[in-house]
């Protein structure tokens, strides 16, 4: 199983220094040079402060550096580390552009760029005028761009959601890199087992829980009703872990990835519990690297 590590890049808006870019870069080559196999960046324009929500906060606003332009600088600034994202949302960029954006970071990351597009959560949807109630359809319609323009160069699609007038995509990498796609419910399964090369899921840091064998069998139903071999998805999983121990759980987050590995995941992304701050975050890694060992 290859093991990876979140990045986390959001802050609140009175420490932005916490995620400047030679702080990023800095836990990317550490997560490097420690032999981890992947590190992944989450997608988001901002969290919330105030209100109701499960990500909103009371105190201020909390931003998140973008995306896709730090995993560029993450590729330019490694060179064996696998590079990808939590998930990249779906609904947050037109998917033909979104081809054109993985292709390009496929070429500066050499081969190690493994997108995972899902989704995601829709707490900032709203700040990007992105209706929520089309989250299911609008992610099958995306994936379906973006895996024929990848795979071979051409796409043309006249969807509910997006419309992709005969695009092209003449500097496509080669090979095409495997397409992953964030699933739970079943609506977003059939579009991984479809379209995708792969599979993600969020996974409760519990070893005994039950909800990682019902995302398996609804992936595997997904599979079966297209026809496909289960054993042809790509498995990935993204829990949070706990390696400073600072909760109590380090030994439960050590338990949850060796069930992940026995259950034939073949990625574990592993989200770093800590406080939100750069020497944190490095701590907790540092931590992390030697849970490995």
Not at 101 to 113: F, H, P, S
Not at 253 to 282: N, P, Q, Y
């Amino acid at each position: 199983m290859r093991y990876g590590v979140a990045i986390d890049l959001h802050v609140g808006e009175s420490a932005p220094e916490e995620v400047a870019w030679p702080n990023v870069e800095a836990l990317a080559q550490l997560a490097e040079s420690g032999g981890l196999d992947v590190v992944v960046l989450p997608d988001h324009l901002a969290y919330r402060a105030g209100g109701d929500g499960d990500y909103s906060l009371p105190d201020e606003g909390v931003g998140v550096r973008e995306a896709m332009t730090t995993a560029a600088a993450v590729a330019a600034s490694t060179s064996t580390i696998g590079i990808g994202h939590s998930v990249i949302n779906a609904p947050y960029r037109p998917p033909a552009m979104l081809a054109h954006q993985i292709a390009a970071l496929a070429d500066i990351a050499g081969g190690r760029y493994t997108p995972t597009i899902g989704a995601g959560n829709s707490f900032d949807y709203d700040q990007l005028g992105v209706d929520g109630s089309r989250r299911a359809s609008g992610l099958a319609e995306c994936v379906q761009v973006v895996a024929e323009l990848l795979r071979s160069g051409t796409a043309h699609l006249e969807g509910t959601h997006w419309t992709t007038d005969r695009a092209e995509l003449a500097l496509r990498p080669n090979p095409a890199p495997a397409i992953i796609v964030a699933a739970a419910g079943p609506k977003a399964m059939e579009v991984a087992a479809r379209l995708g090369d792969g599979w993600n899921g969020w996974v409760p840091t519990d070893p005994e829980s039950e909800h990682v064998d019902h995302l398996l069998r609804r992936l595997e139903r997904a599979c079966t009703d297209h026809g496909r071999d289960p054993d042809t998805m790509v498995r990935t999983a993204d829990v949070v872990i706990d390696p400073l121990d600072a909760a109590g759980a380090r030994q439960r987050s050590i338990e949850t990835i060796d069930m992940l590995a026995a259950k034939g995941f073949d990625e574990v992304r592993c989200w770093l519990h800590s406080d939100a701050t750069f020497e944190a975050r490095r701590d907790a890694l540092e931590a992390y690297l030697t849970m490995r060992t």
